[in-house]
């Protein structure tokens, strides 16, 4: 079967969700991948056609893993493969440009797209350094994820595939603090341990490859290297640097929000650390 199946991993996504599906009405297949809610999710999920299988991953949640548990276990029949967040839209013109791509794509296994961010209100496009380019769109029997929390395509022997990969300009619309501050702290906190457990494996001699995804993969060992400047860095970054101060008081907190998110890594590295050696905390 040819066609596009749109994807969306959720855990409690009643609010999101609903639009996020109706945005991929377009697909020729809905399939969402569900971590064990306990709110409405699954029923909306059905309301909007989709079919829902349940995964409860062991040993905390990465992306990377669950996305391929849906390209794997799925069932899916689609030749492409969409994947959309729960706090994620496709915009027509997005979805436009997809159908074009696939289209047109002879030789291309996946395709790249990048978001807008929204954060209270207004589009980050400088502080969050737009485009940012996320791995989305792929060809089912040819691809899968690799990298835990920040996900990269790799082949389906875990070999990378340069020159295989294209991108989508038309962006997709991210709301990413639909549900307020409480809900992005729990997740960064999730994010940290994983960065932390990365961080403190390199450190301990276990080499680049420890560090996960190859996305990046110097700039993220250069920040292993000078992991307790994280959170300044990435304020110079994301404020200085990217023209974050062009976004007025957003722009601001975000970076500083950003910052606390790295700070709270070089505090889980410094515990992590301190464990291994018996010390207290």
Known sequence: MSGVAGVVLTLNEERDLPRALASLAWCDELLVLDSGSTDATAALAHAHGARVIVHRPEGG????????????????????????????????????????????????????????????????????????????LLRRNFLRFEGGVWESFCGLNGDSLPGLIGRIKEPYEHYAFSKGINDWLERHSRYADWEAE????????????????????????????AWPLRPFGRFVQKYLLQGGWREGWQGLLFAFLMASYDLITVVKVIELRRKRKGLPL
């Open 61 to 136: 949640f990465l992306i990377s893993e669950q996305r391929n548990l849906a390209l794997i276990d799925g069932n899916l029949q689609s030749e492409w493969v969409l994947f959309l967040d729960a706090d994620e839209e496709i915009t027509p013109a997005c979805a436009a440009a997809i159908t074009a791509a696939i289209s047109a794509s002879t030789e291309l296994l996946g395709f790249e797209l990048t978001p807008r961010y929204w954060f209270l209100g207004r589009w980050l496009r400088y502080t969050q350094g737009y485009p940012n380019w996320h791995p989305r």
């Open 198 to 225: 990365k961080i403190t494996a390199y450190l301990d001699g276990g080499g680049s490859n420890s560090l996960g995804t190859r996305r990046w993969r110097q700039l993220r060992e250069l920040a292993a290297i």
